[in-house]
């Protein structure tokens, strides 16, 4: 991991549908480049299990596989964004979900100072059918929110996560009445960011169809790419 990697992409947004491996390939890159993964989906689960009021006001609207509310996702991200380990950039995973989202989030580029010019977005595409195949094998961890598969990426121990050896479970969207929603919510709100960005961001398709290994390896040298083009350019400070 170099330095220059994180002045150049370092602000990311990851788009494809539930199961495309978001999750997977947004955790790997943020250790790659330094600089915090910030998951919507995990933070509304941590507020699910504290508990808190906006726990209580998303948990039946996640378990049915709906999206949460743009003004709350508005609130949620401008905060997170705030954060002193967000100074640096930041890895989207699970936001913007929405045109009124995306606007929302160059709104508050903008205010920063900041060009949404930079913003680099990966959307990661598979075929619908693999999709399927990954969402109902999926186990999650609990305690640490640590993703498997029972097939593709099985825990060392059966059944029990990696980390610290909680009990692994099936995420209740995971089944298949939220799965079916989730993917027309996706198909509906969220694949016209795809045309939204390819207009105006340095975006790229990746083929999500492949190992995990590989889909990373691509990944990576298309950031590398990027750097070694807007190196050419004398963006580098
Ligand atoms: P969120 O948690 O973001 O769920 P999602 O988009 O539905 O995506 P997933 O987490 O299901 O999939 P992923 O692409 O991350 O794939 P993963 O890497 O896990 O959101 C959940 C809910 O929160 C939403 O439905 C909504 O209610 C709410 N929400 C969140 N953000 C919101 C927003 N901005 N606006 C409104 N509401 C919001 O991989 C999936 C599986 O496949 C795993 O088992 C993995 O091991 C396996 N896998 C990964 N890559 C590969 C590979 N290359 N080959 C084989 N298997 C693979
Ligand atoms: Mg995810």
């Known amino acids: 991991m170099a330095g220059a990697s994180r002045a150049l992409v370092a602000r990311v947004i990851f788009l494809g549908p539930p199961g495309a491996g978001k999750g997977t390939q947004a955790a790997r890159l943020a250790e790659h480049q330094g600089i915090p993964r910030i998951s919507t989906g995990d933070m509304l689960r941590d507020a ?41 950039g930041y890895i989207l995973d699970g936001f913007p979900r929405t045109l009124r989202q995306a606007e929302g989030f160059e709104r508050m580029e903008t205010s920063h100072g900041d060009v949404t010019d930079d913003v680099f977005v990966l959307s990661i595409e598979v075929p619908r059918d693999e999709l399927l195949r990954r969402l109902s094998g999926r186990r999650w961890c609990p305690t640490c929110q640590a993703t498997y598969h029972v097939y593709n990426n099985p825990p060392k ?13 099936q995420r209740e969207d995971d089944k298949e009445v939220a799965v079916t929603r989730r993917l027309a ?20 398709r990746i083929d999500g169809y492949r190992p995990t290994d ?15 083009a807007a190196s050419r350019a004398g963006e580098l400070a």
């Open 48 to 88: 699910i299990a504290a508990g808190t009021p906006v726990g209580k006001q998303v948990g039946p609207i996640m378990e049915k596989g709906g999206l949460v509310p743009d003004d709350l996702l508005d609130k949620i991200i401008s905060e997170r964004l705030r954060m002193k380990d967000a100074e640096n």
């Open 214 to 228: 590989v889909v990373f390896a691509d990944l990576l040298e298309i950031v590398a790419r990027r750097e070694a």
């Open 185 to 204: 919510e996706y198909d509906e709100r969220t694949a016209p960011l795809i045309g939204y960005y390819r207009g105006r961001s340095r975006f790229h």
């Open 157 to 169: 121990s059966d059944a029990l996560c990696d980390n610290e050896g909680a009990k692994l479970i």
